[in-house]
């Protein structure tokens, strides 16, 4: 089985910085793609940011300016670097895994990590 392990959440002040990490294990494709979605409460999962095992980026027109991902396939790890963050951006995030012709429908998911943007 696939298994994904998130860190890096917490408090933070607005404005403020957070990098997230995401540890893969497990059998994995190396032809992949691994991202960040997030959840607030009361509302429904969202992209974030996606990186593919080409290193092709995309991300979600509120975070694009703001937000990096990257990956380390030599320790199989996604992280996500956030900065200038803002009380919208609080949620719990989650890491996923899919394999590059896949989608979400057939994509593992880590536990999440809570994020909260607060002074």
């Known amino acids: 089985q696939v298994q994904l392990v998130e860190s890096g959440g917490g408090l933070v002040q607005p404005g403020g910085s957070l990098r997230l990490s995401c540890a893969a294990s497990?059998?994995?494709?190396?032809?992949?793609?691994m991202g960040w979605y997030r959840q607030a409460p009361g509302k429904e999962r969202e992209l974030v940011a996606t990186i593919t095992y080409g290193c092709s980026r995309n991300f979600a027109d509120s975070v694009k300016d703001r937000f990096t991902i990257s990956r380390d396939d030599a320790v199989r790890t996604v992280y996500l670097q956030m900065n200038s963050l803002k009380p919208e951006d609080t949620a719990v995030y989650y890491c996923?895994?899919?394999?590059?012709?896949?989608?979400?429908?057939?994509?593992?998911w880590g536990q999440g990590t809570q994020v909260t943007v607060s002074s």
């Open positions: 497990g059998r994995i494709s190396s032809f992949n793609v």
């Open positions: 996923n895994l899919r394999p590059y012709y896949g989608d979400l429908a057939t994509s593992y």
